[in-house]
């Protein structure tokens, strides 16, 4: 296993600005590789799918290995594999499409960690809605707190692999096996967790998954996995002459062929460059770039758990004992907005808020300001690290 991070910055252009990027959660930098992808996408013949003219051709080229790639990535069918402008849009057409088949009075479950796209396409799906809490000293949302709020009338539960806010990455398969039990289907937010952990969509359980390729190195758009038996059961509305094929019936209009072409190469960055020595097909070396990659967070969160608890007056939200390199903090007489704009004016970018968790903000007692969130990318070094201990250190002591 190797893991040359020298190596892997020289491939971020955006890097050359010179500021140590901790903002990995909101959206990564995007490598040379995928920059270069888009562009070529759009240098070359490109117009509506087809197989005639050779501007379709490569469109259906750029579509089916888009599939494809993100189907090694996420452990999935190509066939269910659907499109879309971002994992929210999606999420919001699912639920329309899936309450359309609910009953006045069947349930869904939310819980109070995930990020507000997991949540509000759910509470406004007219479902009677049932919260899964987390405990607040842990950071923890347990399978219990999921199955206490399971019932006859449960017909799907909608849950975080990782919080984009606090790290803390649940027990998906085990909440999976007691939601099944209850006959319930299992809606998965992976949109932060894919950037940390290689995703095996059926050991996971999910019955859908999504996740944003511009958390991981790509292009802004959204996507989701299912099976595509599943896919063939749902019929949400679409334009009369547009196809009913899966997953095509899901995708409403033109697909950004570019920003597919980008994830593919994307998807090929991380398989490729992240363990420089792995072999096999694509999936195999994503799971060896995925062991290298947390092998390389877990260091650099580790000095950054260590120089923080060096610091008075930091309090550290991110508690769970399975987590992603993500941290939660605030300070003692500090504003974490002071905090943002101080470390920003000297290169440093961790940003202050509650990213769209908002519940879970407020059920950590912080109410819609939230903290100052410090998240690693697979470019951050330990000089990044030192920068920013640095800087929360000089902050303090104002």
Request: aromatic share 6%.
């Amino acid at each position: 296993m190797t893991y040359d991070i020298a190596a892997l910055r020289s491939q971020f252009p955006a890097l050359a600005a010179g500021t140590a990027h901790f903002d990995g959660p909101g959206g990564t930098q995007t490598p040379e590789p995928v920059i270069r992808a888009i562009a070529d996408a759009l240098a070359q013949p490109l117009s509506n799918r087809g197989r005639i003219t050779l501007g379709e051709r490569n469109a259906e080229r750029i579509v089916t290995e888009a599939r494809r790639a993100m189907a090694d990535l996420l452990g999935a069918d190509p066939a269910g594999i659907v499109f879309g402008r971002s994992a929210t849009q999606l999420t919001y057409d699912f639920a329309r499409t899936l309450a359309s088949t609910w009953s006045p009075g069947d349930e869904v479950v939310v819980t109070r960690l995930d990020h507000d796209a997991n949540i509000r396409p759910w509470v406004q799906s007219g479902a009677t809605v049932r919260w899964a809490e987390f405990d607040v000293k842990t950071g923890e949302l347990t399978v219990d707190a999921v199955r206490s709020v399971l019932s006859e009338r449960t017909r799907l539960v909608a849950v975080t692999a990782a919080s984009n806010l606090i790290g803390t990455r649940p027990d998906i398969p085990a909440i999976a096996e007691a939601v099944h039990a209850a006959g319930a289907l299992l809606f998965v937010d992976g949109v932060h967790h894919t950037a940390h952990s290689l995703v095996d969509l059926a050991e996971l359980g999910a019955d859908f998954y999504t996740c944003s390729p511009y958390k991981f190195l790509g292009p802004h758009h959204g996507v989701l996995a299912a099976r595509p038996e599943l896919l063939e059961t749902l019929r949400p509305d679409k334009l009369l002459p547009s196809t009913d094929a899966v997953p095509e019936r899901f995708e409403l209009g033109t697909l950004p062929y570019e920003f597919l072409a980008g994830t593919t190469a994307a998807v090929d960055f991380l398989a490729d460059r992240l363990d420089a020595a792995a072999t096999g097909s694509r999936r195999e070396r994503l799971a060896a770039g995925f062991t290298a990659l947390e092998a390389h967070e877990h260091v650099l969160r580790t000095q950054i758990d260590e120089g923080l608890a060096a610091l008075d007056g930091v309090t550290v939200h991110s508690r769970a004992a399975d987590r992603t390199p993500t941290v939660l903090l605030t300070f003692e007489n500090h504003s974490t907005a002071d905090a943002y704009g101080y470390l920003a004016e000297r290169g440093v970018q961790a940003p202050a808020g509650s990213f769209y968790a908002i519940e879970a903000s407020r059920h950590l007692g912080l109410g819609d300001t939230g903290g100052l969130r410090v998240g690693l990318a697979p470019y951050n070094d330990t000089q990044d690290v030192d920068r920013l201990l640095t800087g929360l250190t000089d902050f303090l002591k104002r």
